[in-house]
Nanobody, 117 residues
Framework: QVPLVESGGGLVQPGGSLRLSCVAS????????MGWYRQAPGKQRELVAV???????NYLDSVKGRFTIFTDSAKNTVYLQMNSLRPEDTAVYYC???????????WGQGTQVTVSS
């Protein structure tokens, strides 16, 4: 069983919106900080947004005010709502679960987001 299952990537025009979803087991969500990372071609993977303790969030400076990370505990899902997308947001986006006790990381398979006219 895949621990993290992502969906929601795609092609969007500049200024458009996408919502990424990451379904995790309840046991993972309960003990993890959940984050979204991205990796563009030729660049290092970077943290885009993270949520812990159900409500504490942090964002990459370049996405503040445009992206929102939130959870739906009833659906065991973490979302990344991305608005006002820019070409520089183009990357493969990965869901991440970091165990708050062991710091062990679990990664999703990645989903491609392409912002282009």
């Amino acid at each position: 069983q895949v621990p993290l299952v992502e969906s929601g990537g795609g092609l969007v025009q500049p200024g458009g919106s996408l919502r990424l979803s990451c379904v995790a087991s309840r046991s993972i969500l309960r003990i993890s900080a959940m984050g979204w990372y991205r990796q563009a071609p030729g660049k290092q993977r970077e943290l885009v947004a993270v949520i812990s303790s159900g409500s504490t969030t942090n964002y990459l400076d370049s996405v503040k005010g445009r992206f929102t990370i939130f959870t739906d505990s009833a659906k065991n899902t973490v979302y990344l709502q991305m608005n006002s997308l820019r070409p520089e947001d183009t990357a493969v986006y990965y869901c991440n679960a970091r165990n708050l006790f062991s710091n062990q990381n679990i990664w999703g398979q990645g989903t491609q987001v392409t912002v282009s006219s």
